[in-house]
């Protein structure tokens, strides 16, 4: 007998570099008098995760057994928090909100530069699906 498991996986790479296509136009500028986030190929040690929040699958999907992927797209500050996260692109809206209260919650061991902690320009995508799990069969 198989049954649905909802899987948010939250893929290996978790910095994927500004240069992907359409991500150049999504970086925002700074507020004013704050330091201009780093891209990841200017660090000289990347972001590294210290906590992870798994985003909730929504009700309606899960029944609908519908899946999606939403690119979020947000900075690490030099305290390792995670702000501004906003959908870049998704496959659906209706996985974009559970996607950013997820990555909204991260925690970071900040980006370094020079010997310093730096806020870090980032996109993650986040997968969203209905992975089937076999239920073991015993021979007798």
């Known amino acids: 007998m198989k049954t649905p498991l909802p899987v948010c996986l939250l893929l290996g790479s978790l910095a994927l570099p500004p240069s992907l296509p359409g991500a150049a136009e999504t970086a925002k500028p700074a507020p004013a008098g704050s330091e201009q986030p ?3 190929s200017k660090l000289d040690q990347l972001p590294v995760p210290r906590f992870q929040a798994r985003p909730r699958y929504p009700e309606a999907a ?3 057994k519908r899946s999606g992927e939403v690119l979020v797209d947000f900075i690490v500050d030099t305290k390792g928090e995670v702000r501004g996260a906003r959908a870049v692109r ?3 809206k209706e996985f974009e909100a559970a996607a950013i209260e997820a990555v909204s ?5 900040p980006g370094r530069k020079g010997g310093r902690d730096v806020a870090t320009h980032m996109q993650v995508p986040i997968v969203f699906s209905l992975e089937e799990k ?3 069969k015993s021979k007798n």
């Not at 919650?105 to 061991?109: D, L, N, P």
Request: net charge positive; proline share 0%.
């Open 90 to 92: 998704s496959t659906s």
């Open 134 to 136: 076999s239920a073991s």
């Open 38 to 40: 780093l891209d990841l």
């Open 62 to 64: 899960r029944k609908a």
């Open 105 to 109: 919650k991260w925690r970071f061991r």
